[in-house]
């Protein structure tokens, strides 16, 4: 109903309700008919070409944009994973890491390209999680450089320091110095993923079940199982030289349904170029 077909400028629905409205003309025409013939006439439905359903990302999108809030879902939720393991603090509690590097991620909800006074373009754009929304700035190479990223819908990983604005002590602000696609992050920073085991909880079943989970998600990543023994506090740490597993949603949805297990994805250090505070003396007057 929301599409417009082809050298159509109205969508489906508007043309839906034309119709209708149409059909309720001739109805009431002809029932004042002195003999009631115009009934006969049949109107042509509108006719719409053969398209395929909207991906669950732009039903969300749609319904941002309609009612202004999500509906069936979130966006993010196909990255929970990755924001869970990957990224420092939700974008809310970004002020409790002053004066250290962390890591971010979010959908990009805003993204507007203004220039200084002297003709030098700069980015002012917002990312959204689960939490909250960051508003942040970039200027000069760094903007330059990542404005590719920028735009809304996109969804991304950044890395940066927790700062005090320039000339505003007191205030903190997230100055990104890598971004990257969110999409992308599992599968270049995942090392390892560890499953610990309570030995009690252990049996044929669980592992003939875990096996099979293991050996459906083959990829690059290290797996390690650590059996465990609460009562005593002995933990054994076992490393698996046969498999090597991609830590994928549909492997975590798997493990997710064992409730005797429990998950930890570990990453890979994420190397930061050398922090060098942004020129902001030039804009600060843009």
Known sequence: YLEKPENIDAS?????????????????????????????????????PPME????????????????FYISGHPLD?????LTYFCTCPLDEY???????????????????????????????SIEDFNGV????MFGEEYLKNRHFLTPGNFLYLTGKVEERYNQ??????RPRVIQLLNEIRATLSKELEITIDITDLNAQLLNDLEAAIINSP?????????????????TELISKKY????????????????????????????????????FKKYVKA
């Open 134 to 137: 960051l508003d942040m700035a």
């Open 95 to 125: 002020e409790s890491y002053k004066n250290k590097i962390i890591h971010v991620g979010g959908i990009v909800t805003k993204y507007t390209e203004r220039y200084t006074k002297t003709g030098n373009p700069f980015g002012l754009f």
């Open 78 to 82: 196909q990255f929970r994973i990755d």
């Open 53 to 68: 359903p909207y991906s669950d990302i732009e039903k969300l999108k749609i319904e941002k944009e309609v009612v202004g």
């Open 12 to 48: 489906l629905i508007e043309l839906a309700i034309k119709f209708g409205n149409k059909a309720q003309v001739e109805k009431n025409a002809s029932q004042h008919s002195l003999f009631g013939e115009a009934g006969n006439t049949t109107l042509s439905k509108p006719k719409y």
């Open 219 to 235: 990829g690059k990543c290290n797996l390690k199982i650590q059996l465990t023994d609460i009562e005593s506090g002995i933990k």
């Open 244 to 279: 090597l597993i991609n830590p994928g949603n549909d492997l975590f949805n798997v493990l997710h349904q064992f409730d005797t297990l429990k998950v930890n994805l570990l990453g890979r250090k994420i190397e930061v170029p050398k922090n060098q505070k942004p020129e």
């Open 169 to 174: 002590p007191g205030v903190w602000e997230f």
